[in-house]
């Protein structure tokens, strides 16, 4: 058994150094030569505006904003894969970041000290991910609140709804997704799920 | 002077400025490099990418700090691929002014990045249009920002991005008067005290949109 649960540690751990060395791969790589592209377009555009041949300026521009539509859409995908925001700066400003996006208003607390191992912040990042997600999907709730705590026993997390509940695992889903990946860490996903709302929590060990 | 470890980028961005009327003083792969060159010849901008050797985290806003301790002249414009809030907060908090804050993206609008450039160089505070659009249209539960007219969502917006008075109305196509009676009445309805300079203002109101 313990033998089995150190390899999937290993393989999530594996997997998400995948994750994060390709996000850093498109970061320097595609995406900075992208943007390198769109600036050297806006050298043809100026060009073409000094020289008078303003149809021309035109459609660079418009080739231009289509380079940088694609580039915005590559960024989005990158952050997807591994969001640069949580290796830099933490739990803390990643979560608050998929607050910020959420079409469904959010009330968030975080209390975490320091900086956690990197499969439980990104174990955390996914919960509260999915689970914004799945209620701005599934729960037509009008506020969700997320809750971000260290304490001895563990980092909880909790994302809690006001919506119309049904939430279950079902295979291959986002949630069953995040049971898996829990279990690895030694920790169980909570789904209390009724008629005033949906509340998903975990406790991860961190020692 | 531009500091970038993607030298594609710099390269493209020293001979595009160059193109633009811009005299590029110096360029470096590093915080470190652009420090000495900085101490050497101070520019009256620098151009920094946030993401920088040796870590790839945020050491632009380090070396940014380092350059502001020895050259407090020198107007700093941070580039990235993201851009974070909570690092526009941290550079309008710690830098007093004289501080921008764009993607990369925006280098492409040579123009309107050449205007960002002199106003972060003249030490007005820039901060891109993609963050503020975010925290603008950001859920919130009781949404003081349904309070406000189209209009002064707009003028909010702009000032934000850290435009002056004179330049929001320029960009809507509106008086100063209009702008200025605009801006008493976003204070008054948000509950956030007018400041005098644009950089205080800047501040204000990010941190009003983030809570
Ligand atoms: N917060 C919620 N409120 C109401 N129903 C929910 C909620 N979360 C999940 N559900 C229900 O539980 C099901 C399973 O969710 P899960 O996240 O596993 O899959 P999914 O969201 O449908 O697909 P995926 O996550 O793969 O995109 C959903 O299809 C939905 O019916
Ligand atoms: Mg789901």
């Known amino acids: 058994m313990l033998e089995l649960r150190a390899t999937a540690q290993r393989l999530v751990a594996a997997g998400d150094a995948t994750r994060r060395r390709m996000e850093r791969d498109l970061h320097d790589g595609v995406q900075q030569r992208l943007v390198t592209v769109a600036m050297e377009l806006g050298g043809v555009v100026r060009q073409a505006t000094a020289a008078g041949a303003t ?36 739990l803390e400003a990643a979560a608050g970041f998929l607050a910020d996006r959420s079409p469904v208003p ?33 729960a037509a709730a009008t506020l969700i609140t997320v809750e971000i705590r260290q304490s001895e026993a563990g980092l909880t997390v909790e994302v809690a709804d006001d919506g119309c509940g049904g939430a279950a695992k079902r295979p291959g889903g986002g949630l069953q997704g995040l049971a898996d990946r829990l279990a690895v860490l030694d920790a169980r996903l909570r789904i209390d799920s009724a008629s005033n709302g949906t509340r998903l929590r975990t406790v991860i060990p961190c020692g | 002077m531009l500091a970038d470890d993607a030298v594609l980028f710099r390269e493209g961005l020293a001979r595009i400025l160059a ?75 710690e830098f007093d002014g004289g501080v921008g804050y764009l993607l990369k993206d925006r280098v492409s609008d040579l123009a309107a990045f050449g205007t960002d450039l002199r106003r972060v160089g003249r030490g007005d505070t820039v901060i891109d249009s993609d963050l503020v659009a975010r925290l603008v249209a950001r859920r919130r539960e009781r949404d003081p920002l349904d309070n406000l007219t189209d209009r002064e969502r707009a003028v ?55 809570a």
Not at chain 1, 111 to 127: D, K
Not at chain 2, 161 to 186: F, P, R
């Open chain 1, 106 to 138: 959010v009330r968030l607390t975080v209390a975490v000290e320091r900086r956690l191992p990197a499969e439980i912040e990104a174990t955390a990042y996914f919960v509260v991910s999915e689970c914004l997600t799945n209620a701005a999907k599934h």
């Open chain 1, 55 to 90: 149809d021309v300026a035109t459609e660079a521009d418009t080739v231009r904003a289509h380079l940088l539509e694609a580039t915005a859409e590559l960024r989005e995908m990158a952050r997807g894969l591994h969001p640069a925001v949580l290796t830099q700066d933490g």
């Open chain 2, 19 to 93: 193109d633009a009327g811009f005299t590029v003083t110096g360029q470096a792969g590093d915080g470190n490099t652009l420090l000495d060159l900085i101490r050497a010849d101070p520019p009256d901008v620098a151009v920094i990418d946030l993401r920088m050797p040796p870590g790839y985290a945020a050491e632009g806003i380090e070396t940014a700090a380092a350059i502001r301790a020895r050259a407090p002249a020198v107007g700093l414009m941070l580039l990235s691929q993201y851009v974070e809030v909570h690092h526009a907060l941290r550079l309008i908090n």
């Open chain 2, 156 to 210: 909010l917006a702009l000032m934000a991005q850290g435009l002056s008075n004179v330049a929001v109305a320029a960009d809507l196509h509106l008086a100063v008067k209009t702008v200025e009676a605009h801006v008493t009445a976003i204070f008054t309805k948000l509950g956030l005290i007018q400041h005098e300079r644009e950089h205080r203002r800047v501040l204000a109101v990010l941190t009003f949109l983030r």
